[in-house]
């Protein structure tokens, strides 16, 4: 088969590329670094040509709803656009577990991206899973001030990102399925202590402050509403294993 990976040199995107190659199949990368630009639509009708199914897993580091909501939006209306020309036969969406019930910031654009696909040309399958392991390097990196680190007050099951892509490559390769389980990783964990977590073993340092949220999204970070029910899959890394192959 040959698969498109939207945002295929991402956190998820370039392991789905790996899994893909591993797998025997032909991986193609819609990405600005291949001449796709996502946003703008450009380069898509080429880069589809003889496209059996895309991945999406193309993302935006923003807690702006509006921003969010714009890039998703315009992300998913030229994907499912350009697939319905090529004659693609399946759309692969990851999503967030817990987005429609705390459809604000990042998660708003999340909303409007699973609207636009279930409701779009294309036959599809869509994914919700929980926060990758990475993330917590994320938060670390980008809400620095000095060597203090606030973080957001969060209950979550991180997951693997390899593990996401293994099941977004079997997803493919079970051909459209519509709405299907929710993926997590094995372990509840608080989000401050999985970045002092990071910090410690990579060696990096500086003091995580935990930062309640105020509103509706902070609620559902504390709550956890963005923590999967009991009917979810789940994959089998910790976050601690993921920690000790990064430091190794």
């Avoid at 964990?189 to 999204?217: E, I």
């Amino acid at each position: 088969m040959r698969f498109a990976v939207a945002g295929g040199t991402g956190t998820v995107g370039r392991h789905v590329v790996d899994v893909v190659g591993e797998r025997g199949h032909e991986a193609v990368v819609l990405a600005r670094s291949s001449g796709v630009d996502l946003v703008a639509g450009t380069g898509l009708d080429a880069a589809l040509d003889g496209v059996d199914a895309v991945v999406d897993v193309a993302s935006v580091m923003t807690q702006s709803g509006k921003e969010a909501v714009r890039f998703f939006r315009a992300v998913s209306t030229n994907l499912l656009a350009a697939e319905a020309r090529a004659g693609v036969g399946h759309h692969v969406a990851l999503s967030v577990v817990g987005c429609d019930r705390a459809p604000e910031g990042h998660y708003a654009g999340k909303v409007v991206q699973e609207e636009l696909v279930t409701t779009g040309p294309v036959p599809w399958t869509l994914l919700r899973a929980t926060q990758f392991h990475e993330f917590a390097g994320q938060l670390h990196a980008q809400l620095a001030f000095g060597p203090l680190h606030p973080v957001p007050v969060m209950r979550s099951q991180p997951v693997a990102a390899r593990e996401v892509a293994e099941r977004l490559a079997d997803l493919v390769e079970a051909g459209p399925a519509g709405r299907v389980p929710d993926l997590a990783g094995p372990e509840v964990l608080r989000m401050t202590d999985m970045v002092r977590d990071y910090a410690r073993s990579t060696g990096r340092g500086g003091v995580v402050l935990p930062v309640p949220l105020p509103g509706r999204l902070g609620r559902a970070f504390r709550d956890g509403t963005l923590v999967p029910g009991p009917d979810a899959d789940r994959g089998v890394q910790t976050f601690d294993r993921w920690l000790s192959e990064l430091a190794g």
